[in-house]
């Protein structure tokens, strides 16, 4: 099990920090929870920033975990002279780790953080103890999944390697509303597009604000978070799946229609040291709003 920590400035609680790399890349990332806690890496989703860590940061606390969220380069506070491949993106946080002065570490990666989560499963496995997988995007390779997504997500995956311009264009189009008018962007979504599970926990009030301001700051540097996040889930990731060897839990629901169960699925026959949770009627939402306390249970074995 991970040490606890002692005080480090680069590690304050409720603070945001900053970290720049030696290739021009900079990364902003905040602390939450526990201030002495384990250290837990949270990876957010697509389109997201570190502010989502703040659904998890009062279970954090409870037991004994440090979240440390980090904006991916063009979400919130960070950003990177040129995209990065998910392998870069493995030696920057291996970078991020060292200046943080942490010898080992867990993991969260939830939606579109789950290809960063593996890659970095993967590559640092010297120094993960054990990670979670939360309604996780997987390779797009998996064909099951792929024809589960909807109709626009698969236009857009299918366009990005050979019409950038086209879905870049795409984006900046679509990027004012959930920008500037993120509770109806929202309610918009659920209507149209999530099941019961989702629309419920949605209409939860003190939850809105959070999600609102997560989307806003994960938006404010423009399309560029999400372009890139695109570039790397078009990327052929699927083979370092077979390396990964800590433990690894998966959680999905059977209704997500952001993501399709079955990623996750796939996910779990691909990584030799995971198991799962396949959760009846749960939705995209639902999961890492109702069922987080089983990761903090499953990371505290």
Same mark, same amino acid.
């Given at each position: =099990?991970?040490?606890?920590?002692?005080?480090?400035?680069?590690?304050? @609680?409720?603070?945001?920090?900053?970290?720049?790399?030696?290739?021009?890349?900079? @990364?902003?990332?905040?602390?939450?929870?526990?201030?002495?806690?384990?250290?837990?890496?949270?990876?957010?989703?697509?389109?997201?920033?570190?502010?989502? !860590?703040?659904? =998890?940061?009062?279970?954090?606390?409870?037991?004994?975990? =440090?979240? @440390?969220?980090?904006?991916?380069?063009?979400?919130?506070?960070?950003?990177?002279?040129?995209?990065?491949?998910?392998?870069?993106?493995?030696?920057?946080?291996?970078?991020?780790?060292?200046?943080?002065?942490?010898?080992?570490?867990?993991?969260?990666?939830?939606?579109?953080?789950?290809?960063?989560?593996?890659?970095?499963?993967?590559?640092?496995?010297?120094?993960?103890?054990?990670?979670?997988?939360?309604?996780?995007?997987?390779?797009?390779?998996?064909?099951?999944?792929?024809?589960?997504?909807?109709?626009?997500?698969?236009?857009?995956?299918?366009?990005?390697?050979?019409?950038?311009?086209?879905?870049?264009?795409?984006?900046?189009?679509?990027?004012?509303?959930?920008?500037?008018?993120?509770?109806?962007?929202?309610?918009? =979504? !659920?209507?149209?597009?999530?099941?019961?599970?989702?629309?419920?926990?949605?209409?939860?009030?003190?939850?809105?604000?959070?999600?609102?301001?997560?989307?806003?700051?994960?938006?404010?540097?423009?399309?560029?978070?999400?372009?890139?996040?695109?570039?790397?889930?078009?990327?052929?990731?699927?083979?370092?799946?077979?390396?990964?060897?800590?433990?690894?839990?998966?959680?999905?629901?059977?209704?997500?229609? @952001?993501?399709?169960?079955?990623?996750?699925?796939?996910?779990?026959?691909?990584?030799?040291?995971?198991?799962?949770?396949?959760?009846?009627?749960?939705?995209?939402?639902?999961?890492?709003?109702?069922?987080?306390?089983?990761?903090?249970?499953?990371?505290?074995?």
């Amino acid at each position: =099990m991970p040490a606890m920590q002692t005080h480090n400035p680069r590690l304050t @609680i409720g603070c945001d920090h900053h970290y720049t790399d030696p290739t021009g890349a900079h @990364i902003q990332y905040r602390c939450q929870g526990h201030p002495q806690g384990r250290a837990l890496l949270y990876f957010h989703g697509w389109p997201g920033s570190r502010l989502e !860590a703040d659904l =998890m940061k009062d279970l954090a606390f409870t037991h004994g975990w =440090m979240l @440390i969220a980090p904006d991916r380069p063009g979400y919130g506070g960070s950003f990177s002279p040129r995209p990065l491949s998910l392998n870069d993106w493995a030696l920057l946080v291996g970078r991020l780790i060292a200046y943080l002065g942490l010898e080992r570490f867990s993991l969260i990666g939830l939606s579109g953080g789950g290809p960063h989560a593996c890659v970095v499963m993967a590559k640092l496995s010297n120094q993960l103890d054990r990670a979670c997988l939360v309604v996780p995007m997987g390779p797009l390779h998996c064909k099951d999944g792929f024809m589960k997504l909807h109709p626009f997500q698969r236009i857009l995956a299918r366009l990005t390697p050979s019409q950038s311009w086209l879905v870049r264009g795409v984006l900046h189009s679509i990027r004012p509303l959930p920008y500037y008018g993120p509770s109806l962007f929202l309610r918009l =979504m !659920a209507q149209g597009l999530l099941p019961e599970a989702d629309r419920k926990v949605l209409d939860v009030p003190e939850l809105r604000p959070l999600l609102c301001a997560n989307m806003r700051e994960g938006l404010s540097r423009g399309i560029e978070g999400m372009w890139q996040d695109g570039l790397r889930f078009v990327e052929d990731w699927d083979d370092l799946l077979a390396s990964i060897s800590c433990p690894v839990k998966i959680w999905h629901g059977y209704e997500d229609t @952001i993501v399709p169960i079955e990623f996750g699925q796939h996910l779990a026959t691909s990584i030799p040291s995971a198991e799962a949770c396949w959760l009846e009627g749960e939705g995209h939402f639902s999961i890492p709003l109702q069922h987080a306390s089983s990761c903090f249970t499953f990371l505290d074995e």
